[in-house]
């Protein structure tokens, strides 16, 4: 079982920068394939950005260059740093995991309970 605890979500200016924790429980974290997540308002949930138990990175494409997804295997914890924010990037933000790579980025096993990033044009 993997509890995961997101933060660091908030109010930002467009271009403005903000860094997203997700601090997961369990003593295996270094084997899980971590992943985040977000859904806008009245959108479907959709998948941002993905990294492996090796350190192996994916991104969606409206976030690649921008995003950066990245994980502390000490800490258990998994960041994303989201610089040049837009608008549109604005909607809840999950952290996900799964011990199958394959499957993080799609129907992870555990989810968090999200946290909003907000973006002010």
């Known amino acids: 079982q993997v509890q995961l605890v997101e933060s660091g979500g908030g109010l930002v200016q467009a271009g403005g920068s903000l860094r997203l924790s997700c601090a997961a429980s369990?003593?295996?974290?270094?084997?899980?394939?971590m992943g985040w997540f977000r859904q806008a308002p009245g959108k479907e949930r959709q998948f941002v950005a993905v990294i492996s138990s090796s350190g192996g990175r994916r991104y969606a494409d409206s976030v690649k260059g921008r995003f950066t997804i990245s994980r502390d295997n000490v800490k258990n914890t998994v960041y994303l740093q989201m610089n040049s924010l837009k608008p549109e990037d604005t909607a809840v933000y999950y952290c996900a995991a799964d011990i199958y790579l394959a499957r993080v980025s799609s129907t992870p096993t555990y989810w968090g309970q999200g946290t909003q990033v907000t973006v002010s044009s």
């Open positions: 369990g003593r295996t974290f270094s084997s899980y394939a």
